[in-house]
């Protein structure tokens, strides 16, 4: 139970001059906003939204119960053809019902300046430091390292080698996938069964490390630090700032972590094939 701003075009990629959109979320995370069709109540469209005030749980069904009952009261005055970029909009419905609930009588200037003036500034920040750290991650990535050839070397690989390459990751899930339906597909009895259940498990943890080695970083996901440390070694001197891994090395100490899991469970998908193999003989001899 929230108000909240998004982007006009639905996004958080927001630069001085945008268009925002405000809205009043229910209990539900159902978002009611006005806008040229009308009241519209709708949760996708808002996903990247900043919320700017949250009222407590505990009212949950006063809130709605007022929520609805403004809306359905006051429908008449927020139909399509009243809307008016400047005069009748999306804030003009969010203060009616503040004012309907008796949350204080803010004009449109106070409610700026007390709820979404700092969010606003807060989400700007982050989005300009996730465009600085996308730019500088892809030139990273992109440039050649070699220990034994300088960065200018366009001999070099830019890419860590993995150990295993994509067909490998293929052709060991269809392995397990067949394996699971076989054994589906026999008699059952405890071994049988069990060795069902681990297959199934493990190939669910390998669909599980596929994502998480292919996932792209997002604005929600990359833990931007409280302060740069690059500017607080300048500013302090190196003895003052304790050692943390910069944004770069973070993400690629995660990447690396996912490349070992991946060769983990690679590995013990060939033992569990190996181990299908045997009771598949077993079962037909």
């Not at 701003?5 to 001059?17: D, E, M, P, R």
């Amino acid at each position: 139970m929230n108000v909240s701003i998004s982007v006009a075009h639905g996004t958080l990629k927001y630069k001085i001059g945008d268009d925002l959109h405000i809205g009043i979320s229910d209990s539900r995370s159902v978002v009611h906003s006005y806008w040229t069709n009308g009241i519209s109540s709708e949760n996708a469209y808002w996903d990247m939204s900043i919320v700017v005030h949250q009222f407590t749980d505990e009212d949950a069904n006063w809130f709605d119960n007022s929520l609805f009952g403004f809306l359905a009261q006051y429908s008449n005055n927020f139909v399509p053809h009243l809307y008016n970029d400047i005069e009748w909009n999306c804030f003009d419905l969010v203060m009616e019902f503040l004012r309907y609930v008796n949350f204080r009588n803010y004009t449109k200037v106070h409610f700026v300046a007390e709820f979404v003036q700092e969010s606003l500034k807060t989400a700007i920040k982050y989005c300009k430091l996730f465009e600085i750290f996308t730019h500088d991650y892809r030139e990273y990535k992109d440039a050649p390292r070699c220990e034994s050839h300088t960065s200018g070397d366009k001999s070099c690989s830019s890419k860590e080698e993995s150990g295993y390459k994509k067909k490998d990751i293929v052709n060991i899930t269809r392995k397990l996938q067949k394996a699971v339906f076989v054994l589906q597909s026999v008699p059952g009895n405890d071994t049988v069964i069990d060795m069902v259940e681990k297959l199934e498990d493990l190939n669910a943890r390998l669909q599980t490390a596929i994502k998480d080695e292919s996932a792209e970083f997002t604005l929600t996901t990359l833990n931007f630090p409280d302060f740069d440390p690059v500017d607080m070694d300048l500013f302090l001197g190196d003895c003052e700032v304790p050692r943390s891994l910069t944004l770069l090395e973070a993400v690629e100490d995660d990447q690396r972590m996912a490349r070992q899991r991946m060769q983990i469970l690679l590995f013990e998908a060939e033992i569990m094939l190996r181990e299908y193999d045997h009771l598949k003989n077993g079962l037909q001899s």
